[in-house]
């Protein structure tokens, strides 16, 4: 375990938080890459947020260990938050401060030696598209404007290790898309861990993906096998010329047809599958005038029960 | 460290206009009370100075404004102290100090030195308002510097226990309300003394004003020093376990 983590720029072991008698984490463990762009995944409350102010020393870990670049979090707090930029969920800004203010304050606190403070302030305004906003108060900006900030007050000493909690959070879909930009720049230098509860910001920012649901750790793969998961296994279908349910359960492949109020047809098949091309001659063959053929993907929502679902009956047959 | 947040601390003091307001009114009391007593002086100079031992100018002009400053900052100092921890927790910022590589005592030490800093500036006024005695007459400096220490280490002590009251709530009024009352028990805790005379040392002891009188008179007592650093360590200690508690608990 010892070597094959010693190169990981953080490893969480085994964590564990509980607040009196509520279970917030449970035995969450896992690793980061350097050039990794790690996402929570879960609803609200599942303790994503508390498993990020673990891995920033805000919240000492009930049980468990956390080991940023090599540093102990728990023995040498100081050196190892050295090591990390954090973004809380509430960005922690100073409404009366200037954002100059700010982000020079924010460096010094971060240890920015006081001779490449201006740079450092200079390379993070101009990162976070915040150039023209150093002399405006915090106060008055916009939350999208805020939320920049506190990006940039997360990155201003370069850590290796960026933690973001729900960064894209009451952004306008502008702002979201700019803000996943500057993510998936920085995970080319640095490694970045971030949570959120949309589905389609992790499919796009992250390369790798963990679930997390009531407290543990449900997924934790590539983003590519949640696509997988997530890939449909039901198309939508709507065609002019309606023909008999019959003849689509007729279908190789389709194991089910469903008839929707709106007179389109959900058709489930087999998984990996899809009769899309089948449907498509068939249609083009009776002339049933296709209008509409559409995978559905399955839901953040459907995910979380299919995982906890399979879990529970893995659990019960071992 | 400690000195970058006490620096960030004292600008967030003085940008909205509390600590302007307090220092004016203070120093609006301070000086009317000045002319009471300058007045009283004059009417009462040539009865004194037939008198052996008579109190001089220090006595009946400078040490009353000391005293009287000690009394108006027993008010001032929660409205100064109550938002140093609390407000960083209801704007949740805390975060911002937690997640940085800087000891939970820096914080301390930080918010207490801003609050110290904001003491310096209340002191300074009054040391000028005093001096300037010095253009007409000749005053005790060594009086006026003993009352100076006294009152900068009880001041110092008001800071460092409304620092950790402000540490056990996230509401500044809170936390000023119950500084208010903390300070002021400490400042009449000896009243239950009076009628037993010697016997209640210990009550007596624990008075926050009663080790500020040798101070007026003139009297550096090492034993009332220690008793204003032992407050003053005892409560930035607390803060520090208070905040490190922070992370251990919710």
Known sequence: ?????????????????RYGRLQAVCDVSFTLDKGEVLGFLGPNGAGKSTTMQMLCGCLAPTEGGIRINGVDLLEDPLAAKRQIGFLPEQPPLYAELTVDEYLRYSARLRRVARSRLGAAVATVKERCGLTDSGRRLIGNLSKGYQQRVGIAQAIVHSPPVVIL?????????????????????????????????????????????????????????????????????????????????????????????????????????????????????????????????????????????????????????? | MSLLIAGRELRSLFIPPLAWSILGVVQGILAWVYLVQLDNFITLQARLSTLEGAPGVTDMIVMPLFSLLGILLLLVMPLITMRLI??????????????????????????????????????????????????????????????????????????????????????????????????????????????????????????????????????????????YLLIIGLFLLLSVRRLDAERLQT
């Open chain 1, 1 to 17: 375990m010892a070597e094959s983590t010693a190169h990981k720029l953080v490893v969480a072991d085994r964590l564990s938080r």
């Open chain 1, 165 to 318: 909690d729900e960064p894209t959070v009451g952004l306008d879909p502008i702002q979201i898309r700019e803000i996943r930009d500057l993510i998936r720049t920085l995970g080319n230098d640095h490694g970045v861990i971030l949570s959120t509860h949309i589905l389609p910001e992790v499919q796009m920012t992250c390369n790798r993906v963990q679930i997390i649901h009531r407290g543990k750790l449900v997924f934790s793969d590539s983003i590519d096998n949640l696509n997988r998961q997530t890939q449909a296994d039901s198309l939508l279908l709507a065609l002019r010329n309606k023909p008999a349910v019959t003849e689509l359960e007729a279908v190789d492949d389709v194991s089910e047809v469903e008839t929707l109020p709106d007179g389109r047809f959900r058709i489930r098949f087999v998984p990996d599958r899809s009769p899309a091309d089948r449907l498509v001659t068939l249609s083009v063959e009776h002339n049933w005038g296709l209008t509409e053929l559409t995978p559905e993907n399955r839901t953040l929502e459907q995910i979380f029960i299919m995982l906890t679902h399979a879990d529970q009956s893995g659990e019960a047959t071992t």
């Open chain 2, 86 to 227: 609390s407000e960083e927790r209801r704007n949740k910022t805390l975060p911002l100090f937690l997640s940085s590589p800087a000891p939970v005592k820096d914080i301390v030490i930080g918010k207490f030195l801003a609050v110290l800093g904001f003491v310096g500036v209340m002191l300074a006024l009054l040391i000028l308002m005093s001096l300037a005695m010095a253009l007409g007459t000749s005053l005790d400096y060594g009086q006026v510097a003993a009352g100076l220490l006294g009152l900068f280490l009880m001041l110092a002590a008001f800071a460092a226990i409304g620092l950790y009251i402000s540490c056990l709530t996230q509401h500044p009024t809170v936390a000023a309300v119950v500084t208010f009352g903390v300070l002021f028990m400490l400042w009449i805790v000896n009243w239950a003394t009076q009628a037993g005379a010697e016997t209640d040392t210990a009550l007596r002891w624990l008075s926050i004003v009663q080790h500020q009188e040798s101070f007026y008179r003139g009297l550096v007592d090492t034993a009332d020093i220690f008793y």
